[in-house]
């Protein structure tokens, strides 16, 4: 009985995940991670990359429609997409380079800079 709990909040968090990532074009991560470091126990360095290999599909899935909807700017994307792609590479390298106690401070500024920023 337990399992069938714990898969339906892991369901849930999911389905939250996807519809913040689906409605804000991005964001998945500030959820996912709090969740699966929060809510399902996980080791907050495996809940950074198990985030970022959960929003690749989301993205895809998100990005494919608002390409339908056209809501694309091919301009933009190519000048964003290699900045962001050289990014995550050196983003992902930086998170083995940290302790768990340093990657979850770093993201806790970023999502309270980003918080504050959206205030302001």
Known sequence: MADMKNER??????????????LFGGGGGMI?????TGIAKKPPLAAHAT??????????????????NGYFDAELFIAVSLGVTFGGFLG?????????????????????????????
Do not use: D, H, Q
């Open 32 to 36: 996912v991670v709090p969740f699966l």
């Open 92 to 120: 992902a390298r930086a998170l083995n380079l940290m302790s768990a106690g340093e990657a979850t401070l770093l993201f806790a500024a970023v999502m309270f800079a980003a918080g504050i920023r959206m205030i302001f």
């Open 51 to 68: 985030a970022i290999l959960i929003i690749l599909p989301v993205s895809f899935v998100s990005a494919v429609l608002y390409l339908i």
């Open 9 to 22: 909040i892991l369901l849930a968090g999911g389905l939250l995940t996807g519809a913040v990532n689906g």
